[in-house]
């Protein structure tokens, strides 16, 4: 009798990964092996199993990316993901400072994907999308089902498509929308003189940290500076964040000599960033709300705790971890991990809690002007009288 090696191959395969599983479980039950090497074995198992009886062509990279991504899903963590090449593409866009869409910046709070900031002049404004709502769906598909980066890259896509929104607001009141995305080109720092005061008041706005933004900053404060600024209005209201590096060289040239942020790895492993300016140079108020996330907040917690200014405003969104962004192989996919959490100067962890302003002013959906904005330039021209 003959034998076809090659037929018989997958099904011995799949009865010594049946083997291998019986033996572990049985170990398990017998020496108390640790859970961790009984799913270990589950996965292998699996894994043989499907090569061997699934019915139909298996696709090695999809296979391998799937359990990847899983493996990523399954730490619970909302910022820990899988970059495939389309989502590893627009990261790199979103970190150079544009990229395609309808301009809003949401984070997750809880189960919900709460809408952080929508950049003037983009799509999302334009179509009345407001900070504070949720999204619920995307295209028709629920979000609940859907992981944080699911959600953006659904957003997104092709200038001059349209997307629908599904949206929650602070009243619980549902509502679609149909927007036309667009090539977001976000300004990162913009900075003027207010106008109305007979002291001269700066004001610099960022709207979020990316490459350039340290550089942009010291540019319009040396502007500011020039035009003989007495007092300085920081805007970091509905900044989502972004590159941590650029937030502590901003800080650099806003509070005085000491510790501007620390971080922690899971290995205990700490990295202090510090600042060497002498003294404050100016009056300094930094304006914050419930959209102010992640790097804004290492700011602000660092104006805060070395008294190098004031905060005025809400409580900010509170995202107090790190992320760092890994390759895989080719590069043209990653994976983005959550590897270390930070603490303010005076050794605050802010995630899920936020940042408390000195001085709490809210807007209320009635009032005709920024009431933060006005409450800033009046705290910085009764010092400087």
Request: hydrophobic fraction near 40%; charge should be positive.
């Amino acid at each position: 009798m003959d034998f076809n090696w090659k037929k018989l191959t997958p099904y011995c395969i799949g009865a010594l990964g049946g083997f291998i599983f019986a033996i572990i479980f049985m170990a398990a039950q017998i020496r108390s092996i640790t859970g961790d090497a009984l799913e270990s074995a589950k996965f292998i198992y699996a894994l043989g199993m499907l090569r061997h009886h699934f019915v139909g062509e298996l696709d090695d990279a999809k296979l391998y990316r799937g359990a990847i991504s899983g493996l990523l899903k399954g730490t619970g963590d909302p910022y820990t993901v899988f970059l495939d090449e389309k989502d590893f593409a627009a990261l790199e866009e979103m970190r150079t400072g544009g990229f395609g869409g309808i301009g809003v910046v949401f984070g997750k709070r809880g189960d919900d994907y709460v809408i952080i900031s929508v950049l003037e002049d983009n799509p999302g404004a334009k179509a009345g999308v407001k900070p504070g709502e949720k999204i619920i769906g995307v295209n028709g598909k629920p979000t609940k089902v859907m992981h944080m980066d699911e959600v953006a890259y659904a957003i997104r896509g092709e200038v001059g498509t349209v997307v629908e929104v599904t949206l929650l607001d602070k009243n619980n009141k549902e509502r679609n929308v149909k927007i036309t995305r667009g090539m977001i080109k976000a300004p990162s720092v913009i900075g003027k003189p207010l106008d109305g005061t007979n002291k001269k008041i700066g004001y610099i706005r960022i709207g979020q940290f990316n490459d350039n933004t340290a550089q942009d900053f010291k540019n319009e404060l040396y502007k500011l500076a020039n035009d003989g600024m007495q007092g300085l209005i920081l805007d970091l209201r509905y900044n989502p964040g972004g590159l941590l590096d650029q937030a502590i060289l901003v800080c650099q040239q806003l509070v005085p000599k000491g510790v501007i942020v620390s971080t922690i790895t899971k290995s205990g492993n700490e990295q202090v960033a510090k600042s060497n300016l002498e003294k404050v140079r100016w009056p300094l108020v930094v304006l914050v709300n419930e959209g102010s996330a992640s790097a804004s907040e290492v700011v602000a917690g660092a104006v805060k705790d070395t008294k190098a200014g004031v905060l005025i405003g809400t409580k900010t969104f509170g995202k107090g971890s790190v992320q760092a962004v890994y390759p895989l192989g080719d590069a043209n996919t990653g994976m983005k991990v959550t590897i270390a959490k930070y603490y303010t100067p005076s050794g605050v962890c802010i995630n899920d809690i936020g940042i408390e302003p000195d001085i709490k002013v809210e807007i209320p959906d009635t009032a005709k002007e920024d009431l933060q904005l006005k409450a800033g330039k009046e705290y910085l021209l009764k010092g400087l009288k």
